[in-house]
């Protein structure tokens, strides 16, 4: 019912940047919250960035001064600007969106993404 396609992973240097993007697609009424969440082998998936429909953000306290969360509601798109990039960031970053299906009264959802590798080298 919603896909989500993420975009914007790869392998950067310490001190780098990357972007990553997230579109969402299907039979969206309207989309609430919009976050990132990242995720290493043998540890639980955690938030990185939040950001509500309203525009207000949230960050995790490892990130904060260097990643910047946006979205661009006309494109049901968000996206995640990190800089000063350390090797700790490298993670499987995933895209999470919440909202309503079909119309004013539809269904709510909750999709993640297929997850999208960062690699920062030291």
């Known amino acids: 019912q919603v ?15 990357l972007r990553l993007s ?13 976050a990132w969440y990242r995720q290493t082998p043998g540890k639980q998936r955690e938030l990185v960035a939040i ?6 953000t949230n960050y995790g306290d490892s990130v904060k001064g260097r990643f910047t969360i946006s ?10 600007q990190m800089n000063s990039l350390k090797p ?14 079909y119309h004013s009264f539809g269904p709510p959802f909750n999709s993640w993404g297929q997850g999208t590798q960062v690699t920062v080298s030291s």
């Not at 896909?3 to 940047?17: I, K, R, T, Y």
């Not at 997230?22 to 919009?34: E, H, K, V, W, Y």
């Not at 950001?51 to 207000?56: E, L």
């Open 3 to 17: 896909q989500l396609v993420e975009s914007g992973g790869g392998l950067v240097q310490a001190g780098g940047s």
């Open 22 to 34: 997230c579109a969402a697609s299907g039979s969206i009424d309207r989309i609430n919250t919009m």
């Open 51 to 56: 950001i509500t429909s309203g525009g207000t």
């Open 71 to 80: 979205r661009d509601s006309a494109k049901n798109t968000v996206y995640l």
């Open 88 to 101: 700790e960031d490298t993670a499987v970053y995933y895209c999470n969106v919440d909202g309503r299906l």
